[in-house]
């Protein structure tokens, strides 16, 4: 038996620091948390200060036994959990549950997977820092508070059928999105108009440039654009003034967990869940730093690899050492930023998505190491000899690259005009002028949140920090307070007005507006739920006060605030607001009156039922039964209009006859389809269910009679629940409810049922040894992740309460008896 237990979270980092330790080590994972404040009311004794119950859940059971007998039979444990909060809280949980003495179990902490600081680690160990753990005690202890007693609040007021919550971090993420989806709403769109000219020049050699230059300020309407350009017919266009001046640019500090997520999601659209769990397994497999900081210090060591690095590849040059610091207040400096362990290493991942992150941060973490950018900055004044304003043209020449030579970062919103390179001009020449145009162009609402940009907005509040952004962002979303989706845009048409050859002309072309790609929208029951928070407590998700208990939580974990004492002044006022709205707020209904049907005289209104927003026409008490229609995806309640709401009621519809018979088009669970002669057809994204005709409803309809002809490749007269098929990857053998896989190579005219039937029960053998490989590792996942599963499927199987009806059915019968 190793002389040293080693515990971490993870199997992937157990395995990678076990191999550096070497054989008088045994490193084992305890999976993340191994205890945990259990369901119930009991979870928090608030009158004994806050004190907390914990306990270990069923599916951890086997890990803390495993635990516990290498404990026994080992003579030093090494307690090796993440560097901060979390990761303390997991080691005094382990300390806890495995009886293991505080004071002479030693805790190691390393910001990145390798051999020298494994064994910097090992060689100066600590004890483990009981402030890290109360804060995050504190922490859990809130958050548990804030949502066991709002929670109920809206299930009573809001909607008791709907799986509701809420929380300290998550209702405020929720409200920056509706109130900007507000913002949005209430926007005017205003117009103006932008003036550009094209010119050309020759060079002494008889060389010709073209270049743009523009009016610097932008006309009000079209009859004052229209007068500008006529005033410029038959005009001289001259160079003013040339003025150049000498310009920089910086390179970008290396990465924090907020900017790594930013600038995966403006490169390589990734989520922020996804940033996070590749970075966490190049973290795991010794390739990065730790992923999970706001600092953006860089070790004496890592800046001198980088400098000789750079020398090398590029030049000495191209060297200049910094240091960055952040803003942030709380921001944790004795940690580093993100950037790879090894530096000569510039390719590294398992998969393409992991080496597309490592490269990432590999160019960032050097290029911050790199010199300035030189730049040449140029502004020409271009005079008219009809008018008394100028014209100006822009140019930027890089005359040494710098740090752009190896990455340039990018930005949430793109310059529509960037700097161009510009001819060389000289005071006085004269311009050939090619053409001018005067284009309309319309002022923009408030953009929507990305993931990334909701995660750049909770940092510059101080709300949440690194290890919180991905959760709460996958929390609102489960939640069903938030969607993020692509929006088509709408067709907007434009004016423009031209100069051309001493001819004024006007014309009008079109452009797509308001298209967005993976940009957060609210849902209803956001809104719902949003305002509801906003208007019965407004403390709990105003901005400034989470970010103040952000700053409580860290002044606990440097041991300037007693953790129960900070509690106790938050729950008493909160409390209290739980009482009074229980007691006095009146129940949300989610009704907006639209008006009243011209077909049946009865109201329209806009609500929220139990499986979404929908449309009802007249009301519950009335003899005859009201009609409901579900709103559409891009529709919301907030926005609807009487017409839009009374076009839902016209499906389904006939849209014509086809072969002797109608087809039918109407909505259901999985979107628009065509029904006919027994038969389902879908609609595609692209075809709308109320205007879609006859002659497209018989396209589709033959389209995939073809598909579904083309399908069958093989059937067995011997066996016909086996069928040799055409899919969407390929060829594969369909066997009853299973799909196989055909090896690559063969024929799938040339199958025999003997070989279909071998194939079928390899692929049976091979499913039912991963479902116990992955049983297993259900067995083995983080505390939380599983209760979660737990509490969802109860939620689930949860039977509904008997109708008053079924028992006194009953009673009556067991009366008879």
Known sequence: MSKNLVIVESPAKAKTIEKILGSDYIVKSCYGHIRDLPKGDKAIDVKNGFKPSYEVPEDKENVVAELKKLVSKTPNVWLATDEDREGEAISWHLCEVLDLDEKKTKRIVFHEITKPAIEKAVKSPRFLDKNLVLAQQARRVLDRLVGFELSP????????????????????????????EKEIGLFETSSQYKITALFEVKSAKGKSYTFR?????????????????????????????????????????????????????RKFSFSVAKTMMLAQRLYEAGKITYMRTDSLNLSETAMSDMAKMIAANFGPNYVQTRQYTTKTKVAQEAHEAIRPTYFENQNEGADNDERKLYSLIWKRAVASQMADAQLEKTIVSIRISTQKENLQAYGEVVIFDGFLRLYQESLDDEEEDAATILPPLQVGKELDFIKMDATERFSRPPTRYTEATLVKKLEELGI??????????????????????????????????SLEKNIVSATKAKEITGAEKAKLFPTDMGILVSDFLVQHFPGIINYNFTARIEEEFDQIANGELVWNEMIREFYGPFHQDVTRTLETADKVTGIR???????????????LGRFGPMIQIGATEDEEKPLFASLRADQSISSITLVEALALFNLPRISGQFEGKEMKVSAGRFGPYIFHDSSYYSLKKDQDPYTINEATCIQLIEAKRLADANKLIKTFDQDDTIQILNGRWGPYIKAGDQNVKIPKGTDPASITLEQAVALRDSTELSTNSRKTITKTAIAKRPTQEKTDEKSAAKKTTKKMPAKKSTVKKAAKKKAVK
């Open 464 to 497: 949440g920090r690194p290890s919180t952004y991905a959760p709460t962002i996958s929390t609102i979303q489960n939640r069903n307070y938030v969607v993020k989706e692509n929006r088509e845009g709408v067709e907007r048409h434009y004016h423009i007005i």
């Open 213 to 265: 230059a523009e009016l610097p300020r932008k006309i009000d309407d079209l009859a004052e654009a229209k007068a500008f350009l006529e005033k410029c017919i038959r005009a001289i266009y001259t160079v003013g003034d040339v003025n150049v001046k000498p310009g920089i640019r910086k390179p970008a500090a290396p990465f924090t967990t907020s900017t790594l997520q930013q600038e995966a999601s």
């Open 593 to 607: 009156e639209l008006g009243i049907d011209p077909k049946s005289g009865k109201p329209v209104m806009a609500r």
């Open 153 to 180: 609040v809206l299930w009573k007021k809001v909607n008791r059928n709907s799986n509701l919550s809420a929380g300290r971090v998550q209702s405020v993420a929720v409200r920056l999105i509706v109130e900007r």
